[in-house]
């Protein structure tokens, strides 16, 4: 069974990994706000963009998003939360399951390190034929890997419980 997996680094430029009939594909895209926008308008454009995506795609069985508990500026966190809340309830309307998974918990499982540096990531992604063109499409390429693996090991364990 093929499925179609969406894995989003949220930010201002998000990062996304889609995994669809075996093949991944991965970028970027900029939300930030242009000169003459006022400040909902990057939740628009993110709205958007996640409708062309499933356009494009037909469905998405499952889409993960790395969750980010802290951030270290108050914009940077506003803005996450802003495109936090537009793509749960998006998910909610398109009916698609979806779930955080903790940055420690991806940067381990991609490098060893719960605490790994954008380097270590780059560089880990690269390591597995991917060339990120920054560190939010190399998060995101990482946390697709942790998600299919997690996917895997649960189909072919179903009386297994695994802790997302």
Same mark, same amino acid.
């Given at each position: 069974?093929?499925? /179609? ?19 991944? /594909? ?15 308008? #990057?939740?628009? #454009?993110?709205?958007?963009? =996640? ?32 495109? =936090? ?9 398109? $009916? ?17 390190? $719960?605490?790994? &540096? ?18 939010? !499409?190399? &998060? ?6 942790? /998600?299919? !693996?997690? #996917? ?7 009386? =297994? !419980?695994?802790? =997302?």
């Amino acid at each position: 069974m093929s499925e /179609t997996i969406l894995a989003l680094d949220l930010g201002t430029v998000t990062g996304w990994a889609l995994r669809r009939n075996g093949v991944t /594909t991965s970028g970027t895209q900029s939300f930030k706000p242009g000169r003459y926008e006022g400040g909902g308008m #990057r939740y628009l #454009r993110f709205a958007r963009w =996640l409708d062309e995506i499933l356009v494009s795609v037909g469905s998405i069985d499952a889409l993960y998003f790395e969750e980010v508990r802290r951030h270290v500026g108050t914009d940077a966190a506003h803005v996450y939360g802003g495109l =936090l809340a537009h793509l749960t309830a998006w998910c909610e309307a398109q $009916g698609i399951p979806y779930q955080g998974v903790p940055v420690g918990t991806i940067k381990k499982h991609a490098t060893g390190k $719960g605490n790994a &540096d954008k380097a270590a990531m780059l560089t880990a992604m690269r390591a597995k034929g991917y060339a990120p063109t920054d560190d939010n !499409e190399a &998060d995101a390429l990482a946390l697709l890997h942790w /998600t299919i !693996e997690q #996917r895997v090991i649960k189909t072919a364990h179903p009386a =297994l !419980e695994v802790v =997302l």
